[in-house]
């Protein structure tokens, strides 16, 4: 036991047993301290939390590093603190506050407004639970200067979050992120934040921009005549407890879809999550009741969103008619490629057309997009790097959509973030064009796959959690780092990128390269001279180091499939055991 740490721990802790902590919190300090094991209360407060790829997010309870009124107080005075230094000197600071499904998120959403009317700011806050995305339109909408909405997104149901945002409606990055940082750790005390609410300050707003949202929603569909034709379909949809229920069906009805169907049980709003074990869509559990409820209708589509709809998982009927679920690589590489096929269908391509993808997301969606004149960018994981590329490129070039692998695409430009709702929708929108054509939307992959190469990814997550499991991730990217592996899977590593240095290797010569990139990021890639990517990063959400695998081949018609499938499986097997994992 580190004893130094310990009694820095003992210390902060002790702080919180003041009187100006209330007396529940106080007592449940109290019984940290009282334990004879320290490492819940190392866990506590060993660190404050900080702005991450998702903003705050941590575990609810007392202390330092968890989810609680005084740590969402602080974060909430900083930001209140740095838009004041950055707008001073309007009339009226303007912000949105919106917030989830989970336990706790509309007491801290009434904490932030409290806040930040005691600040003098004027905020917006919805009168219920919303989606994410909304939250973003919403702040351009109202032409607002920043905005907040307490979410910890598909995490389980014991973290809570706080993702800010800035006046465009994406997430906050450098320097603003930073900046707020400081401005919160130049907090000394409970007496610093300002939990004084001013109703003068605060405005509710409900369905009047729901309204506006789904009309620009609306606005983005390419195939309303064919929605027309199969308006019918029949399209399971489950909002695994969230807040997607507040939007997705009417949505899909505002696009022309007259035949969803709910998963009555999973439609009950509840921060508990009842019937998963985890709400993420991207854990074929989260669909299992959803996929059940397709079986007994016979739907063709099942859709699900997590807790606060920012992002979408899908399920469709393979050739034999069964029930398949997609991977987020997948399903990106659906959109890319129907919006680029569809818009140039209708004459709507005019040259000077974008995608965006992460690093670590297929890169078959490069090569759809290439082949159709479309450029393409790479930026690291996280929305807000999506949404940075958006505000450099407005006005000069026109967005088709962005995705990442884990479950997130966006298809408009009057949202900054991932959209859960609009990914629906469009998803939909795909299977009524699949089907104009006399396909499924697993046909449509798989004449993608002929057309343009089969690829394969398979996401590996080893969880560590705690002080001891964030130094053991920390210590296998370092080992990674400097004892590099010079063969993946039988084939030679021709390729390194080293993000945390913004250095690229080539290996065959030990050239090295910049990495034109906004930052650094703590994200190795390795990629052979067979076109295998491996990507390796720590979550920055969750206690986790990911390994992304990515195997390519070229197949000349369907029947070859799935043998390639097999093969590539085999693959990555070879992977897992070349990188130990």
């Known amino acids: 036991m580190n004893e130094e740490l310990l009694q820095t721990v003992r210390s902060r802790a002790t702080e919180w047993l003041a009187d100006s902590y209330d007396a529940t919190t106080r007592k449940e300090v109290q019984a940290l301290l009282d334990k004879s094991d320290p490492t819940d209360l190392i866990d506590a407060f060993y660190k404050d939390l900080e702005f991450g790829t998702g903003g705050l997010r941590g575990i609810m309870g007392v ?6 009124i005084y740590t969402v107080g602080a974060a909430t005075q900083g930001f209140a603190n740095y838009l004041k230094k950055e707008f001073g000197h309007l009339p009226q600071i303007k912000v949105v506050i919106g917030y989830d499904c989970r336990n706790n998120s509309a007491l801290f959403a009434n904490v932030a407004t409290e806040i930040f009317s005691g600040n003098g700011i004027y905020a ?39 993702k800010a945002y800035w006046e465009d409606g994406a997430q906050i990055i450098a320097p603003h992120d930073r900046n707020i940082i400081a401005e919160v750790n130049n907090i000394r005390s409970v007496s610093e934040i300002r939990f004084e609410r001013n109703e003068k300050l605060i405005e509710v707003i409900d369905s009047e921009i729901d309204l506006k949202y789904m009309e620009a929603l609306k606005s983005i569909s390419l195939s309303g005549d ?31 879809f007259t035949n969803v169907i709910h998963v009555e049980e999973q439609d009950v709003v509840s921060g508990d999550f009842p019937t998963v074990q985890s709400p993420n869509p991207e854990e074929p559990a989260a669909l299992a009741m959803a996929l059940a409820k397709a079986e007994a209708v016979g739907a063709e589509l099942v859709l699900a969103t997590d807790p606060d709809a920012d992002r979408v998982g899908a399920a469709v009927r393979d050739n034999d008619g069964r029930l398949v679920i997609l991977n987020g690589h997948q399903t990106a590489l659906l959109f890319v490629y129907y919006l680029i ?39 690291y994981t996280g929305f807000k790097w999506i949404a940075d590329l958006m505000r450099q490129n407005e006005g000069k070039l026109d967005f088709i959509g962005g995705g990442e692998e884990s479950y997130g695409f966006l298809c408009e430009d009057f949202v900054r973030d991932k959209d859960g709702v609009s990914a629906c929708a469009m998803l939909a929108e795909i299977a009524t064009w699949a089907k ?3 396909l499924s939307v697993y046909e449509l992959l798989q004449k993608i796959y002929v057309d343009y190469g089969y690829s394969k990814e398979i996401g590996i997550s080893v969880v560590r959690q705690g002080k001891s499991g964030a130094e053991e991730i920390e210590s296998m990217m370092k080992n990674y780092r400097s004892n590099p592996p010079t063969e993946i899977a039988g084939s030679k ?30 994200v190795l890639q390795y990629v052979t001279e067979d076109n295998t990517k491996v990507s390796i990063r720590p979550s920055g959400t969750e206690p986790k180091i990911k390994f992304y695998c990515e195997v390519h081949t070229r197949v000349e018609n369907v029947s070859q499939l799935p043998e390639a499938e097999m093969a590539a499986l085999r693959k990555i097997e070879q992977i897992k055991a070349s990188l130990a994992i």
């Open 63 to 68: 202390g330092t590093n968890r989810m609680n």
């Open 124 to 162: 917006y806050v919805f009168k219920t639970l919303r989606p994410t995305p909304e939250v973003s339109f919403a702040i351009r909408h109202l032409e607002c200067h920043a905005g907040i909405i307490l979410t910890a997104s598909h995490n389980p149901k014991e973290y809570n979050g706080y």
């Open 226 to 256: 064919i929605i027309a034709k199969h308006h019918d379909m029949k399209i399971v949809y489950t909002p695994i407890h969230g807040t997607g229920v507040q939007l997705v069906p009417e949505t899909l009805k505002f696009f022309g």
């Open 341 to 379: 096929m569809r818009r140039r269908e209708l004459g709507r391509m005019k040259g000077h057309e974008y995608v965006v993808k992460t690093i670590v997301t297929t890169e078959l969606i490069r090569t759809v997009a290439e082949r159709n004149g479309v450029e393409v960018y790479d930026v």
């Open 436 to 438: 104009e054509q006399g």
């Open 493 to 522: 590593v021709a390729f390194i990128y080293d993000y945390a240095r913004l250095k690229g290797f080539i290996c065959q010569n030990n050239e090295i390269f910049s990495l034109d990139m906004p930052t650094t990021s703590n």
